[in-house]
Nanobody, 126 residues
Framework: QVRLVESGGGLVQAGGSLRLSCAAS????????MGWFRQAPGKEREFVAG????????RYVDSVKGRFTISRDNAKSTVYLQIDSLKPSDTAVYYC???????????????????WGQGTQVTVSS
């Protein structure tokens, strides 16, 4: 079955960086669009970044543009989220998600994804 496993979260100071990874198995990775979401305490899970199955097309929520970079390595069946200039407001559990998609498609809605990882905690101290 499809399995997504996130890693790379942790406790960092404001202004620091983290690189989250999501290793996928049980799927033909290159046929899946991938995305990252986050959920802060008491808030809805929100879209952060997504990319097409080739990685050439990306989308970001406005609040992270210029600080977050999503990428993928199809040979390793892994998607990454590079997070720079971290802010306390970035504190959340970060989830990766996957869905079969056509070339060039980026999915930006929670309902648009079929598979989810268990999440990794990112905590940013001020």
């Amino acid at each position: 079955q499809v399995r997504l496993v996130e890693s790379g979260g942790g406790l960092v100071q404001a202004g620091g960086s983290l690189r989250l990874s999501c290793a996928a198995s049980g799927l033909i990775f290159s046929t899946y669009a991938m995305g990252w979401f986050r959920q802060a305490p008491g808030k809805e899970r929100e879209f952060v970044a997504g990319l097409s199955r080739s990685g050439r097309t990306t989308r970001y929520v406005d609040s992270v543009k210029g600080r977050f970079t999503i990428s993928r390595d199809n040979a390793k069946s892994t998607v990454y989220l590079q997070i720079d200039s971290l802010k306390p407001s970035d504190t959340a559990v970060y989830y990766c998600a996957a869905v079969v998609a056509n070339t060039g498609v980026v999915v930006t809605t929670r309902a648009g994804y079929d598979y989810w990882g268990q999440g990794t905690q990112v905590t940013v101290s001020s």
